[in-house]
Nanobody, 125 residues
Framework: VQLQASGGGSAQAGDSLGLSCSAS????????VGWFRQVLGKEREFVAA????????YYADSLRGRFTISRDIAKNTVYLQMDNLKPEDTAVYYC???????????????????WGQGTQVTVSS
């Protein structure tokens, strides 16, 4: 499955931005789709994930309440809504997907088989 991430850009602290992750080649059915972010020189950090079948969602504890993951089944797309952005949210955001991810591994980027190209989010104070 090929993933295409879009959205992002520049924002001021307190603003909102939305990201999209669409798949081509197959549907997300049976997959876990996750959002991660990475700052240069640091490990890829878990943001949020969703089990496509059933729609269960998972969040990094520090981002719960500000970030929301959702999906559009008809469009085969997963979204990440980011509200009340902070400068520390600045990173490259990646969407990933995996077909064999167990719940205990949902926050582990190494469990994901497919990745989009990444999209930059820059938040200024």
């Amino acid at each position: 499955v090929q993933l295409q991430a879009s959205g992002g850009g520049s924002a001021q602290a307190g603003d909102s931005l939305g990201l999209s992750c669409s798949a081509s080649g197959r549907t997300f059915r049976g997959y876990v789709v996750g959002w991660f972010r990475q700052v240069l020189g640091k490990e890829r950090e878990f943001v949020a994930a969703m089990k496509w079948n059933g729609g269960s969602t998972y969040y990094a504890d520090s981002l719960r309440g500000r970030f929301t993951i959702s999906r559009d089944i008809a469009k085969n797309t997963v979204y990440l809504q980011m509200d009340n952005l902070k400068p520390e949210d600045t990173a490259v955001y990646y969407c990933g997907a995996g077909g064999r991810i167990i719940q205990s591994n949902i926050r582990n980027p190494h469990a994901y088989d497919h990745w989009g190209q990444g999209t930059q989010v820059t938040v200024s104070s």
